[in-house]
């Protein structure tokens, strides 16, 4: 089988590796479909990652496969079912490290649920409760997108947003547009962004009232307008050191700030006194499982299209990953859909 690897920070390429093992709790998949990060893929691309990383290592976190043999001990995933999160595990061999591993032809979903009533150890289980079941209407490929929705929407869930609120997302990357798309199926009643200029009209398509470019001169100008008082929270989805401290004017007294993004993780510093009143800062976290239902939902709904995020018409081959990474950088997607089976 084969499988996208980070060989050293620059140099990504598809090679041949075993076939994982199938452990009694393990389900193993094909692969089907694959989407980018361009925050923890494009770091461990680059070598930027905030966490060590033993190189070579096997990518992708975002991957849907479908169940093809099950272990002795599994009881509630099936053959034919799609599982969210599926990676290749790293071998014990130890010839090479993986950071989820999804970018690869075969790997494997864990049922955790039945690793839990057997009484197994919480910490050798909870991790793997990204492993969820994907229903049969939702299209495998758009179902890429429930990790970056179930993410973000676990995130702002937790930090309180509802309805009447306001939101200030910063940066239009694929985590900022789920960060506004998800406060305005919330009942947000001001949605603004600030990022790229080129993606501005992608902004207003995931919901945003006010769409704003980074490098416009009367952008927080624009900003003090539309929201005189402040937003009830700002969300920085970048995490680029300063970028967060820049819009503090910008968060309403008694608001809420997070910093999401993992640019320049542990880097970033905030002046508190740059903002007008007091502010809670968010540090809560997120846990994919408790969203994924309403995720669904969403999708069905029509609330979440994933079209807006990926082309879903033009996928890249899997051995044309580093190609789709090329595009990426040149910012010609928001994220890049990778075809893992033949």
Same mark, same amino acid.
């Given at each position: 089988?084969?499988?996208?690897?980070?060989?050293?920070?620059?140099?990504?390429?598809?090679?041949?590796?075993?076939?994982?093992?199938?452990?009694?709790?393990? +389900?193993?998949?094909?692969?089907?479909?694959?989407?980018?990060?361009?925050?923890?893929?494009?770091?461990?691309?680059?070598?930027?990652?905030?966490?060590?990383?033993?190189?070579?290592?096997?990518?992708?976190?975002?991957?849907?496969?479908?169940?093809?043999?099950?272990?002795?001990?599994? $009881?509630?995933?099936?053959?034919?079912?799609?599982?969210?999160?599926?990676?290749?595990?790293?071998?014990?061999?130890?010839?090479?490290?993986?950071?989820?591993?999804?970018?690869?032809?075969?790997?494997?979903?864990?049922?955790?649920?039945?690793?839990?009533?057997?009484?197994?150890?919480?910490?050798?289980?909870?991790?793997?409760?990204?492993?969820?079941?994907?229903?049969?209407?939702?299209?495998?490929?758009?179902?890429?997108?429930?990790?970056?929705?179930?993410?973000?929407?676990?995130?702002?869930?937790?930090?309180?947003?509802?309805?009447?609120?306001?939101?200030?997302?910063?940066?239009?990357?694929?985590?900022?547009?789920?960060?506004?798309?998800?406060?305005?199926?919330?009942?947000?009643?001001?949605?603004?962004?600030?990022?790229?200029?080129?993606?501005?009209?992608?902004?207003?398509?995931?919901?945003?009232?006010? +769409?704003?470019?980074?490098?416009?001169?009367?952008?927080?100008?624009?900003?003090?307008?539309? $929201?005189?008082?402040?937003?009830?929270?700002?969300?920085?989805?970048?995490?680029?050191?300063?970028?967060?401290?820049?819009?503090?004017?910008?968060?309403?007294?008694?608001?809420?700030?997070?910093?999401?993004?993992?640019?320049?993780?542990?880097?970033?510093?905030?002046?508190?006194?740059?903002?007008?009143?007091?502010?809670?800062?968010?540090?809560?976290?997120?846990?994919?499982?408790?969203?994924?239902?309403?995720?669904?939902?969403?999708?069905?709904?029509?609330?979440?299209?994933?079209?807006?995020?990926?082309?879903?018409?033009?996928?890249?081959?899997?051995?044309?990953?580093?190609?789709?990474?090329?595009?990426?950088?040149?910012?010609?997607?928001?994220?890049?859909?990778?075809?893992?089976?033949?």
């Amino acid at each position: 089988m084969k499988a996208a690897f980070v060989m050293e920070p620059g140099l990504i390429d598809v090679r041949e590796t075993p076939a994982p093992t199938l452990g009694p709790y393990d +389900a193993l998949c094909e692969m089907l479909w694959g989407a980018t990060c361009t925050g923890t893929d494009g770091h461990l691309i680059h070598g930027r990652f905030p966490w060590p990383v033993r190189y070579p290592t096997v990518i992708g976190h975002e991957s849907v496969g479908r169940v093809g043999q099950v272990g002795a001990k599994v $009881r509630h995933l099936r053959v034919g079912d799609l599982v969210s999160r599926v990676g290749l595990p790293a071998p014990v061999d130890g010839s090479f490290d993986v950071n989820w591993g999804g970018f690869s032809e075969l790997g494997i979903a864990r049922d955790w649920m039945a690793m839990r009533d057997d009484g197994l150890p919480e910490a050798q289980w909870r991790g793997h409760s990204i492993n969820q079941v994907i229903p049969p209407d939702i299209d495998p490929a758009s179902a890429t997108m429930v990790v970056t929705w179930r993410e973000t929407l676990s995130t702002i869930t937790r930090m309180g947003l509802g309805h009447g609120a306001s939101a200030l997302v910063i940066g239009s990357g694929g985590n900022g547009l789920a960060f506004a798309a998800h406060a305005r199926h919330m009942g947000a009643e001001t949605v603004a962004m600030v990022g790229s200029a080129g993606r501005v009209i992608t902004c207003r398509a995931t919901g945003a009232d006010l +769409a704003l470019a980074y490098s416009a001169p009367d952008t927080h100008d624009r900003l003090r307008q539309a $929201r005189p008082g402040g937003f009830d929270f700002v969300i920085d989805a970048v995490g680029k050191s300063g970028v967060a401290n820049a819009y503090l004017p910008h968060v309403a007294d008694g608001g809420m700030v997070t910093i999401y993004g993992v640019d320049d993780f542990g880097k970033c510093l905030l002046n508190p006194t740059r903002a007008r009143g007091t502010f809670t800062f968010y540090q809560g976290g997120y846990e994919e499982a408790e969203t994924h239902h309403r995720v669904i939902d969403l999708m069905r709904s029509g609330d979440l299209d994933a079209s807006v995020w990926l082309n879903l018409a033009h996928p890249y081959a899997l051995a044309d990953i580093a190609h789709a990474f090329a595009d990426l950088e040149e910012r010609k997607h928001v994220k890049a859909l990778i075809r893992l089976g033949e």
